[in-house]
């Protein structure tokens, strides 16, 4: 399966509503590293198959 398909990618309305879970800041879309970045708590949550999982289990806590 190719790595450009839907799955690798999420909707831009998607991203116009969704929040930090932890702040209900604004996310940062790094298309890059396939990450929602909250400037405000220092996570970065994962995109999996082209769903964010704002978890804050599941977050990569940034310097």
Known sequence: MSQSGPHNSVDPKLLEVLVCPLTKSTL???AQAMELI???ARLAFP???GI???LES???KLP
Do not use: G, H, T, V
Request: charged share 55%; glycine share 0%; no cysteine.
């Open 28 to 30: 940062r879309y790094d």
């Open 38 to 40: 909250s400037d405000k």
């Open 47 to 49: 995109i999996r198959d």
């Open 52 to 54: 964010p999982i704002l």
């Open 58 to 60: 599941e977050a990569r």
